[in-house]
């Protein structure tokens, strides 16, 4: 069964930037599209970007043109880079596998979570 592991996250500033990574175990990184999804204390889990496995990407509104996502594959890791952020930005964020089929923007098309980074936002 492939692990995910997060890391990066940490306290910023808001207007500041943080890079988070996922590793991910195995050998069909490739092969797969991937997802960040975060957590606010007492909200759902809510999506945040998606990298298909040509690299085409998707985005919540709320942090496109601020939050790229990207992958390299001789790594086996995808990158979430956050840049412009903001308090409501805090949150924990977990890497998520997609599982090939259905909408990239909802939990139940992701089948291997990350156990989580967390991010704080001082305003």
């Known amino acids: 069964q492939m692990q995910l592991v997060e890391s990066g996250g940490g306290l910023v500033e808001a207007g500041g930037s943080l890079t988070l990574s996922c590793a991910a175990s195995?050998?069909?990184?490739?092969?797969?599209?991937w997802g960040w999804f975060r957590q606010a204390p007492g909200k759902e889990r809510e999506f945040v970007a998606h990298?298909?496995?040509?690299?085409?990407?998707f985005y919540a509104d709320s942090v496109k043109g601020r939050f790229t996502i990207s992958r390299d594959n001789a790594k086996n890791t995808v990158y979430l880079q956050m840049n412009s952020l903001k308090p409501e930005d805090a949150a924990v964020y977990y890497c998520?596998?997609?599982?090939?089929?259905?909408?990239?923007?909802?939990?139940?098309?992701?089948?291997?979570w990350g156990q989580g980074t967390q991010v704080t936002v001082s305003s």
């Open positions: 990298i298909e496995w040509n690299r085409r990407t």
């Open positions: 195995g050998r069909t990184f490739s092969l797969y599209s």
């Open positions: 998520a596998r997609h599982s090939g089929s259905g909408s990239v923007y909802v939990e139940p098309q992701y089948d291997v």
